[in-house]
């Protein structure tokens, strides 16, 4: 009985992180494949008919509601 406990440890630190690497890959392979598969099944919908201009004056009213708000709160 002549082992060496050090040695030992160490085969199965690397037996073990070896193990969660490899799980951690195929994990993120599988997640991968996921998201390419969800992504083929549910495209992301077209952008609706709307012009630039009309969406650039709704995120205008946006901005104005959202200074009009910030200003009241601070005046009390």
Known sequence: ???????????FMVLGMGTVFAFLIILIG????MS??????????QASGE?????????NKV????????SHHRQG
């Open 1 to 11: 009985m002549d082992t060496n406990l050090v040695i030992e440890g160490f085969k």
């Open 30 to 33: 599988l997640m991968n494949v």
């Open 36 to 45: 390419m598969v969800i992504h083929k099944l549910f495209p992301e919908p």
């Open 51 to 59: 012009s630039h201009t009309q969406q650039g004056s709704k995120n």
């Open 63 to 70: 901005i104005a509601a959202i200074t009009a708000a910030i």
